[in-house]
């Protein structure tokens, strides 16, 4: 079972980041899914993870199902989308975890 490690978007938290960045309000699902595009990429893009952070589908312990900015995934086969099987040291997405509002490190999530 492929883990990710990194940070839930919620709906709100994307919808509200989104009109942070000019963007106008979602009015139907294809503007949702093109906000889901358009936001994490400029806040990972921002906050300098870009280069090594991807958007990946996860689900809670609970079982519920969100997106999350993954900053590490502990499936070797990762290697060629650039990404750590560890998690990197918190010093170096404190700027993401800033712009996303979180207090603490990242956590692992199960691969949906």
């Not at 290697?79 to 692992?108: F, I």
Request: proline content about 8%.
């Amino acid at each position: 079972m492929v883990k990710y490690f990194g940070y839930l978007i919620t709906e709100g938290w994307l919808h509200q980041k989104a009109l942070d960045l000019g963007y106008p309000p979602a009015q139907t699902p294809e503007d949702s899914h093109n906000l889901l595009c358009m936001v994490p990429l400029n806040v990972m893009a921002a906050a300098g993870v870009l280069s090594y952070a991807r958007v990946r589908r996860i689900k809670t312990p609970k079982g519920k199902h969100f997106w999350c900015i993954a900053l590490a995934c502990d499936d070797p086969i990762t290697v060629g989308e650039r990404m750590s099987t560890h998690a990197p040291p918190e010093a170096n997405y404190k700027a993401l975890k800033e712009a996303m509002g979180k207090d603490g490190p990242g956590h692992w999530y199960r691969a949906r």
